[in-house]
């Protein structure tokens, strides 16, 4: 079965960066993309972005864009979302997803990441 | 800055219908917007429901249909039921961007 399991929570200091990886597993990994969704607490879904796991294209929401990374290690099945200057409004549950180009940007989801942002 | 919008809140009875709607400060949501709905209970991981405006996953239950409306997305329960009570969200496509509408809480009372 498809299974995405991501990394630990993390606190992290205003101006900081995080790291947050996703590791695929029960799929073919190159077949697919995966989708990064963040949810401030008692908030809404945001999209932030989403890389092929095939060729490593990535598209980024615009508000995010310069401050977030997304890589891929096949080697391994992982991705990584990597959230750079911090700011205490990036306290998010963050979450990855199995991208399917045939049916949903969101198909499968990790179980979160809560990163805390606080000096 | 582009805005996708939902009903803050609905309730509705159970076994009754409703349909939650969602709308693009672009203009008309057509098929090209891909629609797809989340489900969300507290505290649990978002679930995908519909994609594609009207397809449904294998674990999507029957009563839950997707379609246009009006210019919208809409997303209709019929028989809800005391389980289908939870955030639910809609998610547009804009040419290589997503973005999520704020959510619509789903009250059966």
């Known amino acids: 079965q498809v299974q995405l399991v991501q990394s630990g929570a993390e606190v992290k200091k205003p101006g900081a960066s995080v790291k947050v990886s996703c590791k695929a597993s029960?799929?073919?990994?190159?077949?697919?993309?995966i989708s990064w969704v963040r949810q401030a607490p008692g908030q809404g879904l945001e999209w932030m972005g989403m890389i092929s796991a095939y060729n490593g294209n990535t598209n980024y929401a615009q508000k995010l864009q310069g401050r977030v990374t997304m890589t891929t290690d096949t080697s391994t099945s992982t991705v990584y979302m990597e959230l750079r200057s911090l700011r205490s409004d990036d306290t998010a549950v963050y979450y990855c997803?199995?991208?399917?180009?045939?049916?949903?940007?969101?198909?499968?989801w990790g179980q979160g990441t809560l990163v805390t942002v606080s000096s | 800055q582009t805005v996708v919008t939902q009903e803050p809140s609905l309730t509705v009875s159970p076994g009754g219908t409703v349909t939650l709607t969602c709308a693009s400060s672009t203009g008309a949501v057509t098929s090209g917007y891909y629609p797809n709905w989340f489900q969300q209970k507290p505290g649990q991981v978002p679930r995908a429901l519909i994609y594609?405006?009207?397809n449904k996953h294998s674990w999507t239950p029957a009563r839950f249909s997707g379609s246009l409306l009006g210019g919208k997305a809409a997303l209709t329960l019929s028989d809800v039921q005391p389980e289908d009570e939870a955030e639910y969200y809609c998610l547009l496509y804009y040419g290589g961007a997503w973005l999520f509408g704020g959510g619509t809480k789903l009250t059966v009372l």
């Open positions: 029960g799929y073919i990994f190159t077949s697919y993309g």
């Open positions: 594609g405006t009207s």
């Open positions: 997803a199995r991208y399917d180009h045939n049916s949903s940007p969101l198909l499968d």
